[in-house]
């Protein structure tokens, strides 16, 4: 059948099970844009096409599925570089099409054009140039498998508008070859007896688990396993929901910000069972004293994260879910010990805690949207400290419910975030618990939640600072808060001007009313929390310490 | 046509990826690129190799001009030059053929580096052309892995090549 | 003197002149931050997203000269920049970009706001850094503000690991460059000089074609006494507008996609088209071989690989526009013709630009005159991208260099309103207007809030048709109408959201109430944005169809 280059990639598309694309038109993207005019793929167009990656980000983490944004070629493509770097970061399924300019023009400078497979190339798992019409559908099939397999990943798929616009006959492209790229999934026989050995004679050992539990779906095998071994559980950031929050064996996040009796626990164990996680510098601290006393297993599907960070003696390269269910037969249920008295003690001893006074403090709203919408939501995050205390505050009890910038921190992630996971969930409530400093990175994005009448929740803690940046200055720099206080709009009528609600607490009491109204409301709604100015979020570990020297 | 370019770059790291970004974006065909120390220790020698007729050479030469790290740029094509390159080729080998294999390699004055049980492991040093027929000669017997450098390239008599131009020894 | 290297660096932009900074720090460059905060003579612009940062650093360096600079963490505030980086390199901008990184040791293992930023900006840098030697680092500024700002322009970004930032070094700056592989060519060889200014004063029907080269080297003056003297018309590229009067009757307006049809007959008519700072972009020349076919080539450019790059150039001059325009003109006489602008006269009569008086809505091409009217061609014009760029290429007369400043190679949609903070604040006596539309508007109305902060009077002027009028007019004309994700199913309320940003806001319906309004909406102190509804049907005209000469423009 004779069909155009747009029309394959359409194709491909549904092939490949996409339903919805977040993307912005323009010249290059015209033939696809054409195509998708006659398809059957929900298109949402953002306001600037950072919003179209977050969002098709968020979509992914929430669905599961691989996320689909579309850009034009140039600063359409460019304006897709940080949320790319971000799926990188965090490994989420995501492939990105760019328009490009005709093969013809290419390498001269053209109107917009940009070598985008040249930028992305320290940030994408794979990138594709498309000069050639026969290698369309391929390549797509390519992207997808990349994307979705081993450690998940954004693709980029650059396309010529010629190439988009010509046509062919088209023909199934039949599998794919890739003889480069062949992810290990199962562990080996002599690893996991290894491990299961470790494991049996431990005494103290701690799970630590990453994002790769949630993305591999492991979180009943892990349960199975904490449970089985009586083993307490911390999470990294990203894993979070990876393990039920109001679980007796959960210790909270680890880290820079985590519990305190998680990080003693790290500190003390003899055994750390590392599943799906990566060792980054804001859960290791210093380096040489991370988890000193401990036997290392890391269970990981991307063999280069072993041995990357910190010395492992038992690795198992597969897919965490796998390998989590080859290792449960072999393992035996334990009793219950010291080791969890210890920990039920330091649990007792060293609580997460805020000192109220007076003013609303940003604690007290993250508290508040838990009980309110009784741990049932989704919540998606900016960048900061609110983003550590929607960690701290709220208890998620199942995967993909947190939705967060982890590895690349980006500002501005929460809001189009939130409206992919909206897309993902009609039925469900969802929030963006955002800063004043990061909502309005791409604050645009309101139009789109009201366009599409996605009812999201946007609440801002509104301190007046650009706050995480200002306690590094409070705390390292000797309180010279160095351009980081900001003034700010009215965010109230920031969100009527877009045909949104706006509300604005400033105290206490006027919470509960103003979050059951938000959730109640089919509306996108803002809410302006005018919080203590100068809070800071602890515990914390400074950066280069130790992870049991903590402060607060 | 053919144009061998030697290409004195700084010694800083990344340097070959900024040449290789360059080709690739601009859409320019590189047939072999080697790379390495020079006499001066602040100092790399590429030598690329590029298909093109003369408008596309002289694109390729003034685009790299525009990189800082990239000195000098010679198109050595026109010029008396040596080049050569080296293979590494492991052939497929039954006892019965040694003899035969090693009388190839006295030709064109390879050399057998190793032996295995049924390999044997040859390498050969020229100009493309002499590789190229040597690899030839190789084949029937069954080539099971074959490597080349690149072409490395420097011209001859007293002219020669430095970070100011070419130049004559005096 | 010792020093730590964040504190060396603040030293090296103090001894570069640098009095501004657009920036919004993080992390990984609290070392330089707080060093910056000590320093008094530098003043800090805090924008709301970095690409605001960069956007208006690039709007400050063209309306002022000088090299624009910009602070930005390392990650997320990095590739934030992207953008705008490459859209400074393809419109030749001068910025010195300053990036933090994760600690050395921490370099390469994906550590948290960790990303290779100089690797990713490769291709959109004129040269780039990562200073992993603390003493290295004055020389290394000294280099980038060089390179930025000689030859033909660019951005230089330098990537500064936090742990380096900390260390201490003795200070000194180097006196001068020395840079081997970077030698830009400033004087055009004297042969081909004479060369060219032997074709000129042979040739019958001249055109000249200016760029965004003659601004960058301040040529505006030589190409004015050069239209003169050989008396032939000039068209401007849309990144050369403001470098030829806009009133003089040898103006023909911009050429190309978008261009007047008396400049782009006058192009395929004429017998010696002379080059100045322009690259023969694609949206200038439409199909190659019909672009200028009688003609004898003069192509001046600083970037000898501009040469020849796209078309075949008869005589090459490789240097500065001025300087290369002061020596041609030491050779050249006054000289009339008669013939040639007639015909061209007579062209501008009978195609001149046109629009629609029809339906109820207001023309957008009207709102553009008026403006026009009331400033009478003194205001600095910012713009964003898109139809709303295109009928200020032609219904704006600029009157002064530099006095256009908008998007031109990457077409960024979302620079304009960095662009006009940037610009004001290096300009902080003009009148700058943004003219902007509805679509691109959005893209970076965050920086509302850093107008506000900075205090600066910017008009910004929004030709709201509820859609992305360009792409949909590219619809109109290549896919049959069948318009996709070009309509807004929801624009915000303009007017409102200014007050939530606590600026004027206007909502204009008609023209005569915008004859009404305009005077107070300049007069006035503070800023404002003005929402003009338009008539969404409206289309850029003439167009150029993909493939087709420039000739054969259709009306639309």
């Given at each position: ?36 005019y006659d398809a059957n793929i929900r298109h949402i167009l953002t306001r600037h096409e950072q919003g179209a990656v977050h969002a098709a980000d968020g979509y992914a983490r929430a669905s599961g599925k691989v996320g689909v944004c579309l850009a034009t070629s140039g600063p359409g493509a460019t304006n897709l570089v940080t949320g790319i770097a971000n799926a990188y970061m965090d490994s989420v399924p995501m492939v990105a099409i760019t328009g490009q300019v005709p093969v013809g023009l290419l390498g001269r400078d053209s109107f917009q054009e940009a070598d985008i497979t040249g930028i992305t190339m320290p940030v994408t798992k794979h990138n594709y140039i498309v000069k050639n019409i026969d290698e369309l559908a391929i390549t797509l099939k390519e992207a997808f498998h990349i994307a979705s397999t081993g450690r998940p990943g954004p693709v980029l798929v650059d396309i010529p508008s010629d190439v988009s616009a010509g046509a062919m006959d088209y023909d199934d492209p039949g599998p794919i070859n890739l003889p480069g790229y062949r992810p290990v999934l199962e562990g080996t026989e002599e690893q996991l007896n290894k491990a299961t050995a470790a494991i049996m004679a431990a005494e103290r050992p701690v ?346 | ?170 | ?524 102190p503070g800023a404002a944005i003005v929402n003009c509804r338009v008539d969404a049907s409206e289309n850029v005209s003439p167009m150029v169809m993909a493939g087709q000469g420039i000739d054969e423009a259709i009306d639309c």
């Amino acid at each position: 059948m004779k069909m155009t280059g747009a029309q394959i990639l359409i194709q491909g598309l549904l092939d490949q099970g996409a339903d919805t694309i977040f993307g912005y038109p323009g010249g290059q993207v015209l033939p696809i844009y054409d195509a998708l005019y006659d398809a059957n793929i929900r298109h949402i167009l953002t306001r600037h096409e950072q919003g179209a990656v977050h969002a098709a980000d968020g979509y992914a983490r929430a669905s599961g599925k691989v996320g689909v944004c579309l850009a034009t070629s140039g600063p359409g493509a460019t304006n897709l570089v940080t949320g790319i770097a971000n799926a990188y970061m965090d490994s989420v399924p995501m492939v990105a099409i760019t328009g490009q300019v005709p093969v013809g023009l290419l390498g001269r400078d053209s109107f917009q054009e940009a070598d985008i497979t040249g930028i992305t190339m320290p940030v994408t798992k794979h990138n594709y140039i498309v000069k050639n019409i026969d290698e369309l559908a391929i390549t797509l099939k390519e992207a997808f498998h990349i994307a979705s397999t081993g450690r998940p990943g954004p693709v980029l798929v650059d396309i010529p508008s010629d190439v988009s616009a010509g046509a062919m006959d088209y023909d199934d492209p039949g599998p794919i070859n890739l003889p480069g790229y062949r992810p290990v999934l199962e562990g080996t026989e002599e690893q996991l007896n290894k491990a299961t050995a470790a494991i049996m004679a431990a005494e103290r050992p701690v799970l630590y688990i990453g994002g790769g539990v949630v993305s591999a779906g492991a979180h009943e095998e892990l349960k199975k396993m904490a449970e089985l071994l009586v083993a307490p559980v911390t999470t990294t950031l990203m894993g979070l929901g990876g393990f039920p929050g109001d679980h007796p064996l959960y210790l909270g996040m680890l880290g820079m910000h985590g519990s305190k009796y998680a990080n003693y626990a790290v500190c003390e164990c003899d055994l750390l069972i590392a599943v799906g996680a990566r060792f980054s510098n804001r859960v290791t601290g210093k380096i040489s004293e991370f988890a000193p006393e401990a036997t290392i297993i890391h269970i990981d599907v991307d063999p280069a994260e072993i041995g990357k960070n910190v010395r492992v003696n038992i690795p198992i390269v597969g897919d965490v879910k796998i390998v989590l269910n080859q290792l449960l037969p072999r393992l035996a249920a334990k009793l219950p010990g010291a080791w969890k008295d210890k920990i039920s003690q330091w649990k007792k001893e060293y609580p997460i805690s805020f000192k109220e006074n007076g003013n609303l403090k940003p604690q007290q709203v993250i508290s508040e949207i838990y009980n309110v919408t009784g741990g049932a939501a989704r919540i998606a995050t900016e960048v900061g400290q609110h983003q550590m205390w929607a960690a701290h505050y709220y208890t998620y009890t199942r995967p993909r419910s947190f939705i967060s910038s982890g590895g690349l921190g980006t500002m501005g992630y929460g809001l189009p975030a939130s409206l992919g996971v909206q897309v993902a969930c009609p039925e469900e409530t969802v929030f963006n618990i955002a800063g004043d400093g990061s909502i309005q990175m791409n604050i645009q994005e309101l139009a789109t939640a009201v366009n599409y009448e996605l009812p999201v929740n946007i609440a801002v803690l509104n301190n007046g600072f650009l706050g995480m940046v200002r306690q590094w200055q409070e705390l390292f720099y000797n309180h010279r808060y160095s351009y980081t206080e900001l003034s700010n709009p009215d965010f109230v009528k920031v969100a009527e001007a877009y045909g949104a609600s706006g509300v604005r607490v400033t105290g206490k009491s006027e919470l509960r009313p103003a979050l059951e109204e938000a959730v109640r409301n089919s509306k996108p709604v803002m809410l302006d929390f005018v919080v203590e100015r100068e809070e800071n979020v602890y515990p914390m570990v400074a950066p280069g310490a130790p992870l049991n020297k903590i402060i607060g | 046509m053919r144009h061998t370019l030697a290409v004195l770059v700084e010694n800083n790291p990344g340097v070959l990826a900024r040449v290789a970004g360059l080709f690739s974006r601009r859409g320019f065909n590189i047939d072999s690129l080697a790379v390495g120390r020079t006499e001066r220790p602040d100092v790399s020698r590429m030598t690329i190799v590029v298909e093109g007729d003369d408008r596309v050479l002289e694109q390729v030469s003034k685009q790299l001009h525009k990189l800082v790290d990239v000195i000098k740029i010679s198109d050595i094509t026109p010029e008396e030059y040596v080049d050569r390159e080296l293979v590494l080729i492991k052939v497929h080998c039954e006892a019965v053929h040694r003899g035969e294999i090693m009388q190839v390699a006295d030709v064109f004055r390879a050399r057998i580096v190793d032996l295995g049980r049924k390999t044997i492991t040859v390498e050969c040093t020229g100009n493309d052309g002499k590789i190229n027929a040597f690899e030839e000669a190789l084949r029937p017997y069954g080539i099971k892995e074959l490597v080349r450098t690149g072409k490395i390239a420097m011209m001859r008599g007293t002219r020669f090549t430095s970070v100011s131009g070419v130049r004559d020894e005096d | 003197m010792e020093m730590t290297v964040a504190q060396a660096l603040i030293r090296c932009l103090e001894l570069e002149e640098v009095d501004i900074i657009f920036g919004y720090p993080g992390g990984a460059i609290l070392p330089v931050y707080d060093a910056l905060c000590k320093a008094a003579s530098i003043k800090h612009v805090l924008v709301r997203h970095e690409q605001g940062a960069v956007h208006a650093a690039d709007a400050y360096s063209r309306a002022t000269g000088k090299v624009g600079v910009i602070m930005a963490t390392s990650g997320p505030g990095a590739t934030n920049l992207v953008t705008g980086i490459a859209n400074a390199y393809m419109d030749s901008v001068p910025l010195v970009l300053i990036t933090g990184q994760v600690p050395t040791s921490q370099v390469g293992t994906d550590a948290f706001q960790e990303v290779d930023i100089t690797g990713i900006t490769m291709p959109i840098t004129k040269h780039n850094y990562l200073v992993k030697d603390a003493k290295k680092l004055p020389s290394i500024i000294k280099s980038a503000f060089h390179i930025a700002s000689t030859g033909r322009p660019g951005p230089v970004l330098i990537d500064l690991p936090k742990d380096v930032a900390s260390e201490t070094i003795k200070f000194t700056y180097p006196e001068k460059v020395s840079l081997r592989g970077y030698k830009p060519t400033y004087t055009g060889h004297p042969a081909k000089v004479k060369e060219a200014a032997k074709l000129m004063m042979n040739s019958q029907r001249p055109v000249i074609y200016a760029g965004g080269g003659v601004l960058n080297s301040g040529a505006a003056g030589e190409l004015l006494q050069l239209a003169e003297t050989l008396t032939a018309p000039v068209t401007n590229t849309f990144m050369g507008l403001s470098g030829f009067p806009g009133e003089h009757p040898l103006f023909l307006g911009m050429l190309g996609l978008h261009g007047t049809r008396y400049a782009n007959l006058a192009v395929t008519n004429c017998d010696l088209l002379i080059a100045l700072g322009a690259r023969f972009d694609d949206r200038v020349t439409g199909r190659l071989a019909a672009f200028a076919p009688n003609a004898g080539v003069v192509h001046v450019d600083i970037d000898p690989a501009e040469i020849g790059k796209n078309v075949q150039v008869h005589v090459p001059i490789v240097g500065d526009v001025k300087q290369v325009l002061q020596a041609i003109l030491a050779h050249l006489k006054k000289k009339d013709r008669t013939g040639w602008l007639e015909q061209i006269q007579q062209w501008k009569k009978e195609y001149p630009l046109t629009y629609g008086s029809g339906g109820e809505k207001m023309k957008p091409q009207a709102v553009i005159e008026a403006i026009y009217r009331h400033t009478r061609g003194e205001a600095v014009v910012t713009t964003d991208v898109g139809q709303h760029q295109m009928w200020v290429a032609q219904y704006y007369r600029f009157k002064y260099p530099g006095t256009l400043i908008s998007s031109g190679g990457l077409g960024t949609m979302g620079f304009g309103l960095p662009a006009a903070v940037g610009a004001q604040i290096g300009l902080p006596d003009r009148l700058v207007m943004l003219i902007t539309g509805d679509g691109s508007v959005q893209m970076n109305i965050q920086e509302l809030a850093t107008l506000v902060e900075q205090k600066l009077p910017i008009k910004i002027f929004i030709m709201n048709n509820n859609c992305l009028g360009l792409v949909r007019q590219l619809q109109e004309f290549y896919c049959e109408r069948r318009y996709i994700a070009t309509e807004f199913g929801f624009v915000p309320d303009f007017a409102r959201l200014a007050g939530a940003y606590g600026i004027a806001g206007y909502d204009i319906e008609t023209l005569e109430q915008l004859d009404k309004m305009l005077p107070e909406i300049i007069s006035n102190p503070g800023a404002a944005i003005v929402n003009c509804r338009v008539d969404a049907s409206e289309n850029v005209s003439p167009m150029v169809m993909a493939g087709q000469g420039i000739d054969e423009a259709i009306d639309c």
